[in-house]
């Protein structure tokens, strides 16, 4: 029996990094039942540039479609000659070409939704949403997004992501010696809350005078937010090693001895619409702190595998975040119930639950 064709037609896929990012370039390598291509922007590094395609989670070259409109006059391209059974959109500034692959090959479509994006888009995302045969939500915060959007409550699906847990080794990295609070994330929107956290930080420091915070990753806001350390006088105490590979990401996960991401609504509504970096800051046994806004509270249990803090009050994080560093043993039955939790939330569940969608899909078409 011919496997399911399923095109994915999305900006974000591996290997550019970001939540978005590494769910979609999960479900390409989870889903092993289908036969699957994507088309997306090609990333710095790519040998010819341009969109690629991938076959089975390899990609190649083809063309060189640098904007969004040729990004989805590529899908369309390739969707007709492949003759898809499904289109999943990854990003609604794909959704033209799922939504003419849709009427001119009678397919289904499937329109992924984070949150913020949507407000972004506000009337790109309600035809989206209006006409999609299906709607998947990382969480109850971005189905009610959705919904608000333009969605059919009816064809809103919420499929949470995964995580790879690791394995536990009694002779794995020790805790760094003076007290760490760890951020990962792209440092490009305000709503994560790193303004917030450099007000904390003085705080902490009067209390654990050794504390620091390490943030990694990269993006435009890096230069504004290490000048505002500099000025502040945390140059000692806030560190920004920038993008590090994946190996040295697991090391600060494991060294570390908190994880904080103080993420917000913004104005305009959206905000996380899972964050999946607390499920793997759970995942390395990390208690977190975190913005009670948007999905954060799915992500983070209050009280059980974190604590949640009003995320625009400094005052109130900076509590949170000394009670967990000057309590190591407390900080650790929250993380070690953070890895329990992540446990539950693998990646071939999440693919189980996708595939049993599709399915249900063409199903429908016959």
């Given amino acids: 029996m011919r496997r399911p064709r399923v095109l994915l037609v999305t900006p974000d896929f591996p290997p550019a990094t970001g939540g978005i990012q590494r769910l979609l370039g999960e479900i390409v390598a989870r889903c092993a039942g289908w036969d699957t291509r994507v088309v997306t922007i090609a990333q710095a590094g790519d040998a010819q540039g341009g969109a690629r395609v991938s076959v089975g989670g390899r990609a190649s070259a083809l063309l060189r479609p640098t904007r969004i409109a040729r990004l989805n006059a590529t899908g369309v391209w390739r ?17 033209p070409a799922a939504l003419v692959l849709q009427a001119a090959l009678r397919v289904p479509t499937v329109q992924y939704v984070y949150a913020s994006e949507l407000s972004h888009r506000r009337r790109l995302s309600r035809v989206a949403l209006g006409r999609s045969t299906a709607t998947v939500a990382l969480s109850r ?9 333009g969605a059919d409550p009816a064809r809103v699906h919420v499929i949470s992501p ?8 009694a002779d794995g990295p020790a805790k760094f010696e003076l007290p760490t609070v760890l ?16 007000r904390a930080m003085p705080l902490v420091r009067a209390r654990l005078p050794a504390a620091r915070w390490v943030v990694i990753g ?58 999946l970096v607390y499920l793997e800051a759970a995942a390395h046994g990390l208690a977190c702190v975190a913005g009670n806004a948007g999905a954060v509270a799915e992500a983070v249990i209050d009280g059980e595998t974190g604590l949640l803090v009003d995320a625009n009050d400094h005052v109130e994080a900076a509590a949170a975040l000394t009670q967990l560093l000057a309590d190591p043993a407390g900080a650790a039955d929250l993380g070690a119930a953070g890895r329990a939790r992540a446990l539950t939330q693998s990646w071939e569940r999440m693919a ?5 969608l599709v399915d249900e899909l063409i199903g429908s078409r016959r």
């Fill in 79 to 95: 969707g007709i000659g492949w003759r898809p059974d499904v289109v999943i959109c990854g990003h609604v500034v794909a959704s």
């Fill in 141 to 149: 915060h971005a189905a009610d997004v959705a919904r608000s959007a």
């Fill in 162 to 169: 995964g995580v790879d847990v690791p394995e536990p080794s």
């Fill in 183 to 198: 951020t990962v994330a792209r440092l490009a929107d305000r709503y994560k809350g790193f303004d917030v956290m450099l």
């Fill in 218 to 275: 990269d993006g435009p806001l890096r230069g504004e937010l290490e000048r505002t350390a500099r000025a502040w006088g945390l140059e000692d105490a806030v560190l920004f090693p920038g993008q590090v590979a994946d190996q040295e990401l697991d090391e600060w996960f494991s060294r570390a001895h908190v994880f904080a991401m103080l993420s917000r609504l913004p104005a305009d509504g959206g905000g996380e619409g899972y964050g």
């Fill in 352 to 356: 189980a639950a996708l595939e049993a």
